[in-house]
Nanobody, 128 residues
Framework: QVQLAESGGGLVQAGGSLRLSCIAS????????MGWFRQAPGKEREFVGS????????YYADSVKGRFTISRDNFKDLVNLQMNNLKPEDTAIYYC?????????????????????WGKGTLVTVSP
């Protein structure tokens, strides 16, 4: 089992920035492709971004491309989501996710499959 813990959410004005972090614990003797999903009030959970096990491949939702950047530090079992130029429509609970998939894990997450582990989420609120 892998446990995921997010941090870094909060309140920010439109145009501002936030950095979310996710630390993995438990069975971390191997690396996992990881990503971020979000769920806004009254809406379904949606994919935000994902990163491969070694960090060489990333995927992003069209709505965040050019504004959000996902990165990882495998020595610390840490994945970050740098969010710039935030918009009110980015307001949501952001969830860290990891997959057991050994190949194409980041792509599978981007396609909404193989989400094996979830964090509890962190709230991001963007005011107009």
């Amino acid at each position: 089992q892998v446990q995921l813990a997010e941090s870094g959410g909060g309140l920010v004005q439109a145009g501002g920035s936030l950095r979310l972090s996710c630390i993995a614990s438990g069975r971390t003797e191997r690396s996992y492709s990881m990503g971020w999903f979000r769920q806004a009030p009254g809406k379904e959970r949606e994919f935000v971004g994902s990163i491969s096990r070694v960090g060489g491949v990333t995927y992003y939702a069209d709505s965040v491309k050019g504004r959000f950047t996902i990165s990882r530090d495998n020595f610390k079992d840490l994945v970050n989501l740098q969010m710039n130029n935030l918009k009110p429509e980015d307001t949501a609970i952001y969830y860290c996710v990891a997959t057991d998939a050994l190949t194409q894990g980041a792509l599978k997450l981007a396609r909404g499959s193989d989400m094996d582990y979830w964090g509890k989420g962190t709230l991001v609120t963007v005011s107009p």
